[in-house]
């Protein structure tokens, strides 16, 4: 089936890390992402990962994924208050129809000064 | 640029209104999608749409309709039969799933 669970919340201080945590059901998945939503605004794509990776980095982004458990997560360096925001992750399942991404509910993450 | 745009971002309807929310994009993606963000729920699928004149309905279509008569548009009407519409939709498009989608900056509804 297709699931996506987040955490609802997370707090941290600027400059520590924060880390938002994943995890899916459909071992289909061959890509799996990470969205930003800001206040009142749509959502843009952070970043991405195959399945066949475990691991990807992008500047201040570290992407983890752990297939055996189903489980990603985004790792924010060095987090500032502009970090502030929703974070969804995203799986894209093949074995459904049409393909569609399935949306997790969401981690908020409120970085305080 | 290419994008997607919403329009407009704030809508004001009374209740028993139907009301059309404007999406269109100039990314030449083929296949639309319209969501649903309710606080602490993340995001609905209410339809999308593969291909021009072809629509399916998503997990909440019920009091929601739409069109795709061009490519570049994919217009949500939420009827008066929607129990609840408040709330702030996103349109999204993609070339190929697998790519990802990109995101409207939204449409907040408010129906008072």
């Known amino acids: 089936g297709e699931d996506v669970e987040q955490s609802l919340f997370l707090s941290v201080r600027e400059g520590d890390s924060s880390v938002i945590n994943c995890t899916y059901t459909?071992?289909?998945?061959?890509?799996l992402y990470w969205y930003k939503q800001e206040p009142g605004a749509g959502l843009q794509l952070l970043t991405y990962?195959?399945?066949?990776?475990d691991m990807k980095q992008d500047q201040r982004l570290t992407v983890l994924l752990n297939k055996k458990d189903k489980h990603l997560s985004l790792r924010i360096a060095d987090t500032q208050t502009g970090d502030s925001a929703i974070y969804f992750c995203?799986?894209?399942?093949?074995?459904?129809?049409?393909?569609?991404?399935?949306f997790g509910t969401g981690t908020r993450l409120l970085v305080s000064p | 640029d290419g994008g997607i745009t919403q329009s407009p971002k704030y809508l004001f309807r009374k209740e028993g209104q139907n009301v059309t929310l404007s999406c269109e994009q100039n990314?030449?993606?083929?296949?639309m999608y319209w969501y649903r963000q309710d606080p602490g729920q993340g995001l609905r699928l209410i339809y999308y749409?593969?291909?021009?004149?072809?629509?399916q309905k998503g997990d909440i279509a019920e009091g929601y309709s739409v069109s795709r008569e061009k490519k570049e548009s994919f217009p949500l009407t939420v009827t008066s039969a929607q129990k609840n519409p408040t709330a702030f939709y996103l349109c999204?498009?993609?070339?190929?799933?697998?790519?990802?989608?990109?995101f409207g900056s939204g449409t907040r509804l408010t129906v008072v």
């Open positions: 999204a498009s993609s070339i190929k799933a697998s790519y990802g989608y990109t």
């Open positions: 459909d071992s289909s998945s061959t890509y």
């Open positions: 990962i195959f399945s066949n990776m």
């Open positions: 995203a799986e894209y399942p093949t074995n459904t129809g049409f393909q569609k991404l399935v």
């Open positions: 990314l030449n993606h083929d296949a």
């Open positions: 749409s593969q291909i021009v004149n072809d629509f």
